[in-house]
């Protein structure tokens, strides 16, 4: 209990905690490891599978991933009472108590005065839907009570059961951060780092394979809805993108980084040796996945995807390694990316190019995105305090439609937005002091501060928060998750010693 007590004060007072003692205490930092071990091998199972049920989004599929963080955060919590933990900065760890504790307030059952005080609109809205008096007065003789005692109780929460599930997610997402802190700064990011390289070179095997045989079902009988691109185990080819341009930075960062071990100090010809032999044959596996990865983001169609990851993958081959192999490396990054699209140029070159010519109508077209994100906007003044309630933009964005949005939107296209609509100013006030301290970690990983693998980590946590603007990929859990994962690992990297920092 001591132990746990210095590492929060730790945590409070600054980013570097001390390893333990193993000199003194070789039992206990012994237990430490395998306890962080097993926090990283469960980690990076979650990661992988999570995908696979289409992303998590079913209610199955997040049902097991919210299990699945509940059971890491068993162990994280168990390791925390016994020895020092690293922690996420303290402005991150305010903003997401805030943002939790919001979503328990939208749920509360606070009566129709305190919601009618706070949000006068989520007041009308629920009054809407109760019968007026005759109605009432007919249901009481039939049932022999008032009806109203069977109903929700009123909440800030226009629809209290999406907002629960939305905070329950929202909890499993906040173990996760805490959890890839502690992996990252006892363990390092090169396994996890591996461990998505491998994952999204088969994701993107899975989907070439089912792209180019035609298939029109995807893994449990279930209908495709993007026949026209290849989407892996995910249902919407952007987020198959998504989930992928943050694998790739992560494992180019791990190549560059085994690459650059192995190529400085001994001899030449000691090294040449190490770089053909096993180290080598390591490097060249987890090539191929890159390669097979890049070919299977090219074959998703995604156009903003395609190029975020494009940017992304290309900026963590840049950034790593010393400044005299620049040359070197754009040529490298040019081979790896030529490779790559001979899929592309052979199966749907043309469609992707038509896309691309077509990107503007999406976005300015009458019933576009570009109106939906007004309507949203309008969503926010109608719920400016405490937002309308977490998850529940699919409820009650039919109220702001324009006449021209034809389509049914379950989201607004752009997390940020909607994040704005759904949790109103306390929320945005909450969503910069997280938002802030992850955006301040990507550019200490941007600068090679954390090491090599951690400019992989920013690299694709940044494409993945740019994608946010155009697209839903934080809704979801999949790709949350591995974001989440992204920005705790690089959160780690800040209590490492700096000898190990250097080496990672």
Known sequence: MTNWIQSRRRSWAGPVAQAPDRERFPSHAEEADTLARALEIGLIVLLVLAPLPFGSVGPRGRLAFELGSLALGAVWFLRALRYPVALPPRVCLIGLVGLIALGMVQIAPIGDRGVGLISPNAMTIQEQTRPDDRILAAETRLLGQNPRTLGRPTTLSVDSRATASAVRTGCALAVLLLVATTVGGTRGLTGIGTALLLSGGLQALYGILVYTSGQTTLLAGVERAYLDSATGTFVNRNHFAGYLSMALCCGAAVIADRILRHATGGDLRRRWIE???????????????????????????????????????????????????????????????????????????????ERY?????????????????????????????????????????????????????????????????????????????????????????????????????????????????????????ANAATAVVLAGGLFGCAWREPRVTAKR
Do not use: K
């Open 357 to 477: 010519a077509d990107s503007a109508s999406g976005l300015s077209a009458a019933g576009g995105r570009a109106r939906v994100w007004a309507n949203t906007l309008l969503l926010f003044r109608a719920f400016p305090v405490a937002g309308s309630g977490w998850g529940t933009f699919a409820a009650v964005y039919p109220l702001f439609r324009s006449s021209e949005v034809r389509l049914f939107y379950a989201h607004a296209h752009n997390d940020w937005i909607q994040a704005l609509a759904e949790a109103g100013v306390i929320g945005l006030a909450f969503g910069l002091l997280t938002l802030g301290s992850v955006l301040a970690a990507v550019v200490d990983g941007f600068r090679g501060a954390r090491g090599t693998v951690a400019i992989g980590f920013a690299a694709g946590l940044s494409a993945m928060l740019l994608h946010a603007l155009i697209d839903f990929g934080f809704h979801i859990p």
């Open 275 to 353: 770089l053909v032999g096993g180290e080598g044959s390591r490097v060249l596996l987890l090539g191929l996945a890159l390669v097979l990865g890049l070919a299977g983001l090219f074959l998703s169609m995604s156009r903003a995807g395609i190029a975020l990851g494009l940017i992304a993958l290309t900026l963590t081959l840049l950034a790593c390694g010393r400044r005299r192999e620049l040359p070197l490396r754009a040529v490298v990054a040019l081979l790896i990316v030529g490779v790559a699209l001979v899929p592309l140029l052979h199966v749907g070159g043309a469609h992707l190019l």
